[in-house]
């Protein structure tokens, strides 16, 4: 009698501890930030009419609609979007570089774009022409490119960016489900450091939240 008297404790006991830990994992993954694994690609938005003339990353085409990349901005025809994931790296969340480097995207610029070295218009010939930075948002033209600089400096919004190289990611989840979550984002050490962190659900209501994700 004893005996079963026992281990009936024992197995509540441990019946409880594993309700508990499993609890304080579910806890903890409410918690988590996820992040994107930028070297699977590009996140790909179907575009139906392109805002301005746009020309495709890969085959260089004048393109009316196709796929845009909400991340880093590159434009491609609908067909090379598994291509354009292999050639071209997406926009960095986090990186171990110890300066910020440019992220050039080849054509498509901001219209009305002026060359950083010559301060003419850039990117104005109807072609996949010039060059601008994900980051700082500045435009060069491809003969002016090597003269500039290879760090970056976030541009004139930098104070609301979070620089890569104080993101550190990790890698969770078990087997086949891995993926990445943030687990520290150290101060650039930058005056008015003042990040414009934007939270919305992308899933819930009319989808605004997407678009406004999209815009940002
Ligand atoms: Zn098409
Ligand atoms: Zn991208
Ligand atoms: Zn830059
Ligand atoms: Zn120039």
New binding site residues.
């Given amino acids: 009698m004893m005996f079963f008297y026992v281990t009936a404790v024992g197995v509540v006991f441990v019946f409880t501890v594993f309700i508990t830990r499993l609890c304080r994992k579910l806890r903890q993954r409410h918690y988590e930030i996820p992040a994107r694994d930028v070297s699977k690609g590009h996140r790909w938005c179907m575009t139906d009419i392109f805002p301005q003339p746009t020309y495709c990353a890969i085959s260089e085409n004048h393109i009316l ?2 796929a845009m990349c909400d991340y880093c901005g590159i434009c491609v ?2 067909r090379y979007i598994r291509q354009a994931d292999q050639k071209f790296r997406c926009k960095d969340l986090a990186s171990k570089c110890e300066y910020q480097k440019h992220h050039w995207i080849h054509g498509n610029l901001p219209l009305s774009s002026q060359c950083v070295i010559c301060g003419d218009d850039c990117g104005n010939l109807p072609q996949l022409c010039d060059y601008w930075c994900v980051w700082c948002n500045r435009a060069v033209h491809e003969k002016c490119c090597n003269q500039l600089p290879d760090a970056c400096d976030l541009g004139k919004y930098r104070q609301y960016i979070i620089p890569p190289n104080c993101v550190r990611l990790k890698l969770v989840g078990i087997k086949g489900r891995r993926h990445f979550i943030v687990e520290s984002v150290k101060e650039p050490g930058m005056v008015n450091w003042n990040p414009l962190i934007v939270i919305a659900n992308r899933k819930s209501g009319n989808g605004d939240g997407e678009v406004m994700l999209q815009v940002v």
């Fill in positions: 609609h196709g025809e609908d």
